[in-house]
């Protein structure tokens, strides 16, 4: 069974930096993205980045583009979400998922089923 586990997140104060971390296990095709989203309070889930563990295709929403970084260690089954310039417009709940592509737009699911982490609180001081 696929699992993720997100770490990293924590209080940091505007301009600063964070890096999160996915750890993920249980993959039993190649074929598959980890996508980063993040929520927060009262405002839909959105997806902020993501990476295609077969290719390192990578993509970043418009609002993250410049100021955030995807990155993956196959070695250690890790996907890596580097966060500078940090406003408090990113403050949120990161959560880390499995999908079938990195692509624009919802999240796609892996093989029929959704499989997400249970998320790491990111949150930005003004």
């Known amino acids: 069974e696929v699992q993720l586990v997100e770490s990293g997140g924590g209080l940091v104060q505007t301009g600063g930096s964070l890096r999160l971390s996915c750890a993920a296990s249980g993959f039993i095709f190649d074929d598959y993205a980890i996508g980063w989203f993040r929520q927060a309070p009262g405002k839909e889930r959105e997806r902020v980045s993501c990476?295609?563990?077969?290719?390192?295709?990578?993509y970043y929403s418009e609002s993250v583009k410049g100021r955030f970084t995807i990155t993956s260690d196959n070695a250690k089954n890790t996907v890596f979400l580097q966060m500078n310039s940090l406003k408090p417009e990113d403050t949120a709940v990161y959560y880390c998922?499995?999908?079938?592509?990195?692509?624009?737009?919802?999240?796609?699911?892996?093989?029929?089923?959704?499989?997400w982490g249970k998320g790491t609180l990111v949150t930005v001081s003004s």
């Open positions: 998922a499995a999908e079938m592509a990195c692509t624009e737009g919802h999240y796609l699911g892996y093989y029929g089923k959704d499989y």
């Open positions: 990476i295609s563990d077969s290719d390192g295709n990578t």
